[in-house]
């Protein structure tokens, strides 16, 4: 056995006393992820790629605003823009119209964008403004979406989307039940884990509100999202949308529902 002086036990790590590899030491190390670093995301490059990628069929791209890009003008036509409150998202719309004429932009997909904060890539806006244009293009071969005057699975929607929330919805909210309102109006109501959230404006969020609402008049569906807060207690009042979405009911249930789980993710 070799004798191990104090002068060389104190100058030689223990990968050189006792020969362990340094990655081996490391291996099984849990990773610290309390120094991640925030990246914003560059919404004016996200914008210009969007509007590099070219036209969506026939219709050329445009900057309307600098969070959001339009294709054409006319019934098909098709907007993306970006809503920086709270977590950021994509929500794209289509052009249509409703049983008067009017025109209306119908929501046909939500793209949550948390998380990309964090991911540090050149390419990050990019490969976001890529995956959106995609989802264009393939929804654009699809047919302009219609209203109807009579909608009798308005109930059987707003169970589906009940279910849809009740199983994936933010961590400090907590699905109560559903409440109607009338034969056109319903509720999924949530309430606050704890003690409710206080905002920063000094408010109190007491409950928040999804409103499923379909219009025989206008042949459309309306669902927006929105907080009820309180100064004092039990004074409650409603605050504005976070969202507030015109739907088609010849739209898939199916799409509905995925479209205002993804809405509310970004809570």
């Given amino acids: 056995m070799k004798t191990l002086y104090f002068k060389e036990w104190l100058t030689k790590t223990a990968e050189q006393i006792f020969g362990f590899q340094n990655h081996v ?16 995301l560059r919404f004016d490059r ?6 590099h990628l070219g036209p969506v069929g026939t219709k050329e791209p445009q900057i309307t605003f600098n969070d959001s890009v339009a294709w054409g003008d ?9 809503s920086p409150e709270g977590s950021m998202r994509f929500t794209l719309r289509k052009l249509c119209s409703d049983l ?21 890539s050149e390419f990050r806006e990019v490969h976001i403004a890529n995956s959106i ?12 979406d219609s209203p109807q005057s009579y909608y009798p699975q308005l109930e059987k929607l707003v169970v589906r989307i009940a279910e849809a929330t009740k199983r994936d919805h933010p ?11 009338s034969d056109f109006n319903y509720i999924v ?49 409603q605050r504005t949308p976070r969202w507030n979405e015109v739907l088609m009911p010849s739209q898939l249930q199916q799409e ?9 993710s970004t809570y």
């Fill in 189 to 237: 109501y949530f309430a606050c884990s704890g003690q409710g959230m206080e905002l920063p404006s000094g408010l109190r969020v007491e409950q928040f509100d999804i409103n499923v609402s379909f219009s025989p008049h206008l042949g459309v569906l309306r669902i927006w999202g929105n907080e009820i807060v309180s100064h004092v207690q039990h004074e409650w009042k």
């Fill in 171 to 181: 961590t400090q909210l907590v699905q109560q039940g559903i409440r109607r309102v």
């Fill in 100 to 120: 008067r004429g009017n025109p209306v932009h119908v929501c046909k997909k939500v793209v949550p964008l948390a998380g990309q904060e964090f991911v540090q």
């Fill in 25 to 40: 030491l490391s291996a099984n190390k849990i990773k610290d992820g309390s120094n991640e670093v925030f990246y914003p």
């Fill in 133 to 144: 244009y995609e989802n264009l293009t393939s929804m654009d071969n699809q047919g302009i």
């Fill in 74 to 82: 006319q019934p098909g036509a098709w907007t993306a823009d970006v």
């Fill in 46 to 51: 996200l914008i210009k790629e969007l509007v």
């Fill in 256 to 264: 509905i529902t995925e479209i205002v789980t993804k809405l509310l």
